[in-house]
């Protein structure tokens, strides 16, 4: 499966954006998806995974209450929403697809299977 990350883009602190990652192929919907992001220098960071049919969601704890994932199968697309937008987010945010149902790994990039090319969000003080 291929995943094509876009929405990224420069936005001041405090301020909101949309992530979308398309997926091809028909398997999209048996698919857990999760978003990471990497800021230079460092690793990459779990943000948040969805199941393959949407009701389970998890969140790293620096984004839980600001940070919405979603999911569309009809659309083979997952969306992150980020709200209250931090400086120190300025990252390349990744999509990926993992083909297990579940892991009490999710957190791990290690886990996934395919990733997006990721998209750059700048914040800006």
């Known amino acids: 499966v291929q995943l094509q990350a876009s929405g990224g883009g420069l936005v001041q602190a405090g301020g909101s954006l949309r992530l979308s990652c398309v997926a091809s192929?028909?398997?999209?919907?048996?698919?857990?998806m999760g978003w990471f992001r990497q800021c230079p220098g460092k690793e990459r960071e779990f943000l948040t995974r969805i199941s393959w049919s949407g009701v389970n969601t998890y969140y790293a704890d620096s984004v839980k209450g600001r940070f919405t994932i979603s999911r569309d199968n009809a659309k083979n697309t997952v969306y992150l929403q980020m709200n209250s937008l931090k400086p120190e987010e300025t990252a390349v945010y990744y999509c990926?697809?993992?083909?297990?149902?579940?892991?009490?790994?999710?957190?791990?990039?290690?886990?996934?299977?395919?990733w997006g090319q990721g998209t750059l969000v700048t914040v800006s003080s």
């Open positions: 990926a697809a993992d083909r297990s149902s579940f892991s009490a790994l999710y957190n791990l990039a290690s886990q996934y299977d395919y």
């Open positions: 192929g028909r398997a999209f919907s048996t698919y857990a």
